[in-house]
């Protein structure tokens, strides 16, 4: 992706010796590389059987040359972004639109190596080029509506529809408070009755 340099001094001592003009030249060619910078997603696309995707994203910090011209950045297609996973365990929050995260600039060329996940060559002689770049989401985004919050006291589970829980047993140790009603089954555990018992002012025992 071909890039603008970044303006660079032109002050007279730039070219009265030759350390000053190689000088120049280096900064010149530093100005091309591909740095990291914020960027927004313009596009998700979901991976294959839950498995991370790609997203299209558009760097906010424009280009600019020497005589100061501003320039947009096109849209960088099909980059990987980051997911928190280790081995098969992961905690799957996938970027959307609008998200603002941080664009990271590979050295070489990485797109074997994103293809296959293995091992590969440089797919081409390009280097520090924004085409080969990852996406690391969650920077100067808006409050979120549902989230996992922890403090000093304690962990905040938040959401804004149902929680489900998939799993052979669900442990607890400690005691667990309910405001709500408790289903099991289609027994509710607040309004479910017993038959063949006779009203009086007795209690039942404690459970053993």
Known sequence: MARIPFPTSTLPQDFASNRGAIEYLIRQHLSLIGPPMFAEVVA????????????????????QDAAGRVYPHGVILDI???RLQAGTSAIILDPQPGDIGFLLVSGRDHSGVVATGKESPPGSFRQFDMSDSVFIGGFLN??????????????R?????????????????GAL????????????????????????????????
Do not use: W
């Open 44 to 63: 998700f696309y979901p991976g294959q059987n839950g498995g991370p995707g790609r997203v299209d994203v558009h760097p906010m910090v424009h280009q």
């Open 80 to 82: 990987p972004y980051m």
């Open 142 to 155: 808006p409050a979120p509506t549902q989230f996992i919050q922890f403090t000093e006291s304690g962990i």
């Open 157 to 173: 589970i938040v959401a804004s529809g149902p929680v489900e829980i998939e799993a052979d047993n669900v442990h607890i140790t």
């Open 177 to 208: 408070k309910v405001d709500g009603d408790v289903t099991s089954g289609n027994i509710s555990l607040t309004n479910h009755v017993h038959g063949g018992v006779q009203t009086g002012g007795s209690t039942t025992g404690k459970a053993q």
